[in-house]
């Protein structure tokens, strides 16, 4: 196990929505493992450096957050630009973050109701800002010999789930993207992944509707028994970053618990 964690140690994982749910899991994740931490968050700024905070007291590493705006994917470039200043590597971009309540209006909802100003939003955040994000991240991976490139999907755009439609075709969209990246970037040695999670325990999850039918039902699919919790994505996308993934790209992995399938 130290072995593992030996080749973390002193690099850099940058990730957008870092202080809840899976984002959170997955700062965690890499945090204990030794690795120094750029994450993102919307509005909180005194959550997110108290967080900052206590992964630097609880794992010996280097934490700092900053504030973003995902529907404002531009500025991913000043971001970048600040993680310059306070890091000295890039080494892992995880794009995590979404939006939800008003700006999902439209978005949101039956495929009858469905708005261009939602599904725009929606695509925004997902999509645009993966594509921005992973620029910029590139160009710091491109000086270090290279990287790990991961952004997070839904098995939406595979089964049928209600109100849907708009988040479940930005996943597709961002898993065509990833694929694209991952075929120009591979001769800069970075590698471009996607994790898709099936119905993960989370609050964007429980802002759901349907949020019962959905738990109630996901427990029921999987031959495991049981709803997916923001740690399995989270260790998906340690393996990714690592080693001992070092030629998977272009690849879309699913964390459902087998209920895609049953």
């Known amino acids: 196990m130290d072995k593992f964690a030996d080749e ?3 690099k850099t994982l940058v990730i957008s929505g870092g202080t809840r749910g899976i984002g959170r899991a997955i700062v965690e994740e890499f945090a204990k493992i030794g690795a120094n931490i750029a994450f993102t968050y919307n509005s909180n700024e005194e959550l997110a450096n108290t967080q900052a905070k206590e992964l630097e007291e609880n ?3 280097k934490a700092k957050a900053y504030g973003l705006n995902i529907l404002e994917p531009e500025t991913y470039k000043d971001l970048f630009e600040q993680i310059d200043n306070d890091f000295d590597r890039v080494d892992f971009f995880i794009s995590n973050a979404i939006i939800s309540g008003r700006a999902v209006a439209g978005g949101y909802t039956k495929f009858m109701k469905l708005r261009p100003r939602g ?3 929606i695509f925004t955040a997902t999509v645009n800002a993966f594509v921005v994000g ?3 991240a590139a160009k710091r991976m491109e000086k270090t010999g290279g990287g790990s490139i991961i952004s997070l999907s839904s098995t939406g ?7 849907y439609a708009g988040h479940g075709a930005s996943k597709a969209a961002v898993e065509a993207m990833a694929r694209y990246a991952a075929t120009e970037l591979g001769e800069k040695n970075i590698r471009v992944n996607v994790v898709s999670g099936g119905p993960i325990e989370t609050d964007a999850l429980r802002a759901f509707t349907n949020y019962e039918e959905v738990r ?3 427990a029921k699919l999987s031959p495991l028994n ?3 919790q923001p740690t399995d994505l989270a260790g ?6 690592s080693s001992k993934a070092s030629w998977i790209t272009g690849h879309t992995f699913i964390i459902d618990g087998g209920t895609t399938f049953k």
């Open 59 to 61: 794992f010996g590493i």
């Open 8 to 10: 973390f140690r002193g």
């Open 216 to 218: 109630d039902m996901t």
């Open 119 to 121: 599904i725009n939003n």
């Open 226 to 228: 049981r709803m997916g």
């Open 157 to 163: 755009n595979l089964v049928y789930i209600e109100n």
């Open 134 to 136: 992973a620029q910029e």
């Open 236 to 241: 998906a996308c340690l393996f990714l970053c």
